[in-house]
């Protein structure tokens, strides 16, 4: 990890002069300095999950401005394991193609009309299994 590297287009300048690409261990010291103005200080265990969530973005090929924003959200909404749910949402936030609720509602029931018509043993077992809880709920 660099405390002060160079940002360069293509990557980061490091301490010895070479030039590698923004990574997991450049996003989570961004993000905990970041939180460290706020005098949010973390735990090492709670660095790892950050730099997991921070690796499967960046090799997914998420900006880093994301992932490092991912990590900073991800602290401070308590929610540390949730790095690239967090990431994908402001992702498709930037995209502009968020679902609204009346969105979301629609393809729920879309969806559920489709299963209601599928013959799948699967699908047969859930939606008897949600009839069952459905009726123990009545009585």
């Given amino acids: 990890m660099e405390t002060h590297p160079e940002r360069i287009q293509n990557g980061i300048a490091r301490a010895d002069g070479s030039v590698t690409p923004f990574n997991a261990g450049d996003a989570v010291p961004a993000a905990v300095a970041l939180c460290r103005e706020s005098r ?13 969530g921070a690796k499967a973005l960046l090799d997914s090929e998420y900006p880093p401005a994301i992932v490092v924003s991912a990590c900073v959200a991800a602290i401070r909404t308590g929610w540390y394991g949730s790095v690239e749910s967090i990431g994908l949402d402001m992702l498709v936030a930037q995209e502009g193609q968020r679902v609204t609720r009346t969105e979301y509602q629609q ?33």
């Fill in 40 to 52: 949010i200080l973390l735990p090492p265990q709670i660095k790892a999950r950050l730099g997991k």
């Fill in 107 to 139: 393809a729920l029931d879309q969806t559920s009309v489709r299963i209601q018509k599928f013959d799948s043993p699967v699908w047969k077992a859930l939606r008897d299994d949600a009839q069952r809880r459905a009726e123990r709920t009545k009585s």
